[in-house]
């Protein structure tokens, strides 16, 4: 397979830039409360908060309540669980990883786990684990699986993939688990500490856990369930920092969209993992799939859109075509990513092109078809706004 250079990459198309001084903060307040209220009042969602980063300059909106028990605020500080966004910072430590010569995507899983070898991760490779195509591993490690070592090693031993893993696409949060695993063992310490030492502190996230410390405790929402509104947050796991154990504010991912977008200083490293995290390598029905992320042409058709990211892609293993070579990290295209865990839901969305990002982060789990939808309204009249 080849990998392509980031070197070359994200030429910006300086025409297609919408001007950030076209709107004011209260542009954005009312555009985001005209688009998210329907949906708050829907779904009866506590609090949420959204943050729009375009071109360089950072525009947020907050409404309701963190903890409706003390109806403590939803302020731009105020700490969300990420759910499956979490991944995103996966695959990022994996490029890194890659970048400092600890690992290859290439790489065959057994060759950085010898008690697989003789087995289907002989053919199994890295790269197949961050984009979900492994020839069918579940979406959830199974229950009988109680430790990341001997107990999930034993289960993979027996794990046989449903034909060629390069044809099909099975969303699981074992394959990204496990490529946290070894990136984190290649680093030589805990998922979580390399997480929180290394990349975190790289990117200038400041309010972003895996495991919330106390001094932040009191802007850590609770989520709430959909069954009784019991105030919720999320149990541990095996594997559980790896796929979808980040907690973040609004403030922070916001942060993490203007790197991906380049509107920050960041050391090159990271800029390049970044970016390799953008690379195309799989076709779906629907979008392109990078390292987690999902790409698609910009504009994007709304029901595309919907229907890419609706419960039959999440649930269903879908058939792929590999890009031979890969797609290089494009400008003009529009890359989302969903997250939840049982009281959260999230979404985030990148316009490179546009140097736009929008983040939305909610403690009730809701439809992913939905946070997609408003998304993309609250981007048209963003964008429209920013025109006239």
Do not use: C
Request: zero cysteines; proline letters at 6%.
């Amino acid at each position: 397979m080849i990998r392509l250079s980031v070197a070359t990459t994200l030429i910006a198309t300086a025409a297609n830039i919408v001007p950030a001084q076209a709107i004011t903060d209260g542009d954005f307040k009312e555009m985001a409360a005209k688009v998210f209220l329907p949906v708050i009042e829907e779904y009866d969602i506590p609090g949420l908060a959204i943050g729009l980063t375009l071109n360089g300059k950072e525009f947020y909106f907050t409404h309701g309540e963190a903890v409706r028990q003390t109806h403590m605020p939803v302020t731009t500080e105020t700490i969300f669980e990420l759910g499956s966004i979490s991944k995103l910072f996966n695959v990022t430590l994996a490029e890194l990883a890659e970048q400092r010569g600890l690992l290859s995507l290439n790489d065959n899983v057994s060759s950085h786990m010898p008690a697989l070898k003789g087995t289907a991760f002989d053919d199994i490779t890295l790269l197949n684990l961050a984009t979900h195509t492994t020839g069918g591993l579940p979406l959830q490690v199974p229950d009988s699986v109680t430790d990341s070592g001997e107990g999930l090693t034993a289960y993979l031993r027996t794990f046989e993939p449903e034909g060629d893993p390069n044809a099909s696409r099975s969303y699981s949060n074992v394959s990204i688990g496990l490529l946290g695993k070894l990136t984190a063992e290649r680093f030589g310490q805990p998922y979580a500490n390399m997480a929180e030492d290394i990349l975190f502190e790289g990117l200038g996230l400041s309010s972003t856990f895996v495991s919330v410390p106390t001094e932040a405790a009191d802007r850590y929402a609770f989520g709430y369930s959909r069954d009784g509104d019991r105030p919720i947050r999320v149990n541990p796991g095996v594997l559980d920092a790896e796929a979808y154990g980040v907690k973040s504010s609004v403030a922070d991912m916001t942060r993490f969209l203007e790197a991906n977008l380049g509107t920050i200083e960041l050391p090159e490293e990271f800029s390049a993992a970044l970016a390799g995290t953008r690379t195309g390598y799989f076709e779906t029905r629907y979008y392109v799939q990078d390292l987690i992320w999902e790409q698609y042409p910009w504009p994007v058709d709304l029901e595309r859109l919907k229907a890419g990211n609706s419960s039959e892609m999440a649930l269903k293993t879908q058939p792929v075509e590999r890009l031979d070579p890969p797609k290089a990290p494009a400008s003009n295209v529009f890359l989302n990513k969903t997250g939840a865990t049982n009281g959260f839901g999230a979404y985030v969305g990148l316009i490179p092109s546009e140097k736009l990002g929008v983040v939305v982060l909610a403690n009730r789990n809701y439809p992913n078809e939905k946070r997609a939808e408003a998304t993309y309204r609250l981007i048209k009249e963003v964008t429209a706004a920013a025109a006239r």
